[in-house]
C-alpha cells in the first residue's frame, strides 16, 4: 500500500504595482487607511480584528480580516495572524481592531495580547509598528503612540 499525503502550495500575488501603494508614515495615515477600508455599517456594532501588512519600506501589501467577533470582543488565533504575515512574505505590521462602544482606552486583553503577538513576531524578526483601536465617531487609540507598545 503506497502512503498518500496533501501537497502543500503556498502563494502571495499581489494585484497592483508597488509604486501604487500607500506608505504609512505615522499613526495617523494607518488609521486613515483602515478607517477607509472599515465595514461602517459594522464599527459600531461588532468587534473586528485587522492586520495591516507593510514592506520593508511600509508600503502597504494589504489588509488582512483575522476575526469578526461580538458586541464586546474578537477571538484572535495568533497562527492564522503569522500564517498571513509569513505568506505575504511581510516584513512589518500594524494591528488593529474596533471598540463598537467608544470607548478608546485598551482593555488589559487588549494589552496582554498585543504583548503574546509581539513577543511571537519577534522570534520571526517581523516588526510590529502598532496597535490601533478604532471607534466609530472616527477617533483611534495608538499603542505606539502612547509608549505601551
Excluded at 472616527?138 to 507598545?149: K, M, N, Q, R, V
Amino acid at each position: 500500500m503506497k502512503t498518500k499525503v496533501n501537497e502543500i502550495s503556498i502563494k502571495y500575488r499581489g494585484n497592483f504595482k508597488l509604486s501604487q501603494a500607500p506608505k504609512i508614515t505615522s499613526s495617523v495615515s494607518a488609521a486613515e487607511l483602515l478607517f477607509e477600508s472599515w465595514n461602517k455599517d459594522r464599527i459600531g456594532i461588532q468587534e473586528c480584528f485587522k492586520v495591516l501588512l507593510l514592506n520593508n519600506a511600509n508600503k502597504v501589501k494589504g489588509i488582512f480580516e483575522v476575526s469578526t467577533g461580538g458586541i464586546t470582543g474578537a477571538m484572535v488565533d495568533l497562527r492564522i495572524v503569522f500564517a498571513v504575515i509569513l505568506k505575504s512574505l511581510t516584513t512589518s505590521v500594524i494591528l488593529a481592531h474596533n471598540h463598537p462602544s467608544g470607548t478608546l482606552k485598551p482593555s488589559e486583553s487588549d494589552k496582554r495580547l498585543t504583548e503574546k503577538i509581539k513577543s511571537a513576531a519577534i522570534l520571526l524578526d517581523i516588526k510590529i509598528l502598532d496597535h490601533l483601536i478604532l471607534t466609530p465617531d472616527g477617533e483611534y487609540y495608538s499603542f505606539a503612540d502612547e509608549g505601551i507598545l
